[in-house]
């Protein structure tokens, strides 16, 4: 069996956005499930949309996110240049075999007289004007140096039909499709010529991109069909919306990989719930790793209608990874945003990212959920009422100097032990212990919410500071 090629084929017009990604991971599970190969190509004919840089977000992006090309620009193989703008020779060449096998024409219509084709609603569509010309007034004209482009020329009757793994048959009367440009008149193809030219030459057996493509496949593949050249298999994907009625678009300023990456989002669960934008695993089990994709990944399970990004699922399932990152695992990537904290330099390292291991989801929400402990003032004391806990103002000004005084006796003080001692006080004073540990926590914490029980956070502020903590909410409680 011929080997499977795929390729992802972004136009390099800023950062990378999720349903790039989404393309591009699909297209790479779907090579790698079959031993075959997934290449890179950068479709960056289109200069008026060239955004600097963004040639170096998109390789850096693929890397990052494990979803890494066999093939492509920065990394070469034997079907290069992988760069458009570097192929501009070959386009050329295709585009005279295409006009002389009729498939194309040359088309000398100025601008001016494009613009008065316009119909009543204000559209324009080429007449197929210059279809007429004849060889010698083709050749004179362009010795005579007159601006030209090259048409498809698209018959005007009849339809285009093709199979879409996704979509069923698919097929678009020719006379919805307009004689459209193949070369401008820079020489550079428009996406619509080099699309076909390069994924035939560069082997590509499976066409994954977006819907958007879907109805343009037809013209595509007359141009298959005029050259001789083999179809490939087409799977168009479902579009991402944010919400029922707006795409997910980067032309929107929709958030990219790298802003997710910023906020604090765990890599792998970016890449594990974007396979979740458009297909569904046959299992209930969402959460899987890149390999685990490679495996389950199946074209029956991509869904027809559009997938709704969920930030809150996104955050969910980054939230399981964290779980499951070892301690190790977990500090490397949550140390720089625990230096955004108040808290940071000020406690132990280790305890203070032991505390929140279970309680983020996206470490960005590290600073806030540890601020508290470095910010300890003057509180209000109705912060002890708790009445579902049974804990009082008058309950804790009974129970807090016992409970220093417990403390200040311990030669150990870690959460354990803490947490020992101070149920044993609660059932010597007939308290509930909940109300104990209620209190506790307010008394050296001023919070009423925190990250983390009393004991645990009394062993990350180590023996003096709670002490001294507690003896400053007495203070306040007999003011
Ligand atoms: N350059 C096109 C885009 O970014 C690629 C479409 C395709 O995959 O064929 O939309």
């Not at 030459?201 to 493509?213: A, D, K, N, S, W």
């Not at 890149?290 to 969920?310: M, Q, R, T, W, Y």
């Not at 808290?343 to 032991?354: I, Q, R, S, T, W």
């Not at 030669?411 to 007939?430: D, I, R, Y």
Request: hydrophobic residues 35%; proline residues 4%; aromatic residues 10%.
């Amino acid at each position: 069996m011929e080997k499977v090629r795929t390729r992802f084929a972004p136009s390099p017009t800023g950062y990378l956005h999720i349903g790039g990604l989404r393309t591009a991971l699909y297209g790479y599970l779907f090579a790698k499930q079959r031993g075959g190969d997934f290449i890179l190509r950068i479709e960056d004919t289109d200069t008026t949309r060239y955004v600097d840089g963004s040639v170096q977000i998109i390789y850096d992006t693929m890397r990052d996110s494990g979803i890494m090309y066999d093939e492509g620009p920065d990394i070469g193989g034997n079907y290069g240049p992988y760069i458009q703008s570097e192929r501009k020779a070959i386009y050329t060449e295709y585009a005279k075999k295409l006009v002389e096998c009729g498939g194309a024409y040359y088309c000398f219509c100025t601008p001016e007289r494009i613009a008065g084709l316009k119909d009543s609603e204000g559209n324009v569509r080429y007449d197929k004007h210059c279809l007429k010309l004849s060889k010698a007034e083709i050749e004179e004209k362009i010795a005579r140096g007159e601006p030209y482009v090259i048409r498809q020329n698209v018959p005007t009757e009849g339809s285009g039909t093709y199979h879409d793994l996704v979509y069923g048959d698919i097929s678009v009367d020719y006379k919805d499709i307009e004689d459209g440009i193949l070369i401008k008149s820079d020489g550079m193809p428009t996406y619509n010529f080099a699309n076909v030219i390069d994924d035939h030459l560069m082997g590509i057996t499976h066409v994954i991109r977006g819907t958007e493509y879907l109805s343009s496949t037809p013209k595509y593949n007359l141009m298959y069909d005029a050259f001789g050249w083999e179809r490939p298999v087409y799977i168009h994907l479902p579009p991402i919306m944010k919400d029922a009625q707006h795409k997910l678009s980067k032309r929107n300023g929709d958030a990219g990989y790298e802003d997710f990456v910023n906020k604090g989002y765990v890599k792998e669960a970016i890449v594990n719930y974007i396979a979740l934008l458009g297909w569904s695993p046959k299992t209930n089990q969402e959460k899987m790793s890149l390999a685990e994709l490679v495996e389950h990944f199946s074209l029956d399970g991509i869904n027809k209608s559009p997938a709704i990004f969920d930030e809150t699922k996104m955050k969910w399932l980054s939230g399981e990874y964290i779980k499951e990152l070892s301690f190790e695992e977990f500090k490397k990537l949550a140390l720089p945003f625990l230096k955004k904290s108040a808290a940071y330099g000020k406690f132990d390292e280790d305890k203070l990212l032991n505390l929140v291991k279970t309680r983020v989801q996206i470490l960005s929400e590290i600073p806030e959920k540890l601020d508290f402990i470095a910010d300890f003032k003057e509180f209000d004391i109705s912060l002890f009422v708790n009445e579902k806990q049974k804990a009082s103002i008058e309950l804790a000004k009974e129970i807090l100097p016992k409970i220093k005084e417990r403390l200040s006796n311990l030669s150990e003080f870690t959460n354990s032990v803490l947490f020992e001692s101070l149920v044993a006080l609660s059932n010597e004073l007939g308290v509930k212990k909940q109300a104990l540990l209620w209190i506790a926590r307010i008394a050296i914490t001023g919070k009423g919410a925190t990250a983390g029980g009393a004991t645990e956070i009394a062993e990350l502020l180590g023996k003096d500071e709670t002490l001294k903590r507690i003896d400053f909410s007495i203070g306040l409680l007999n003011k």
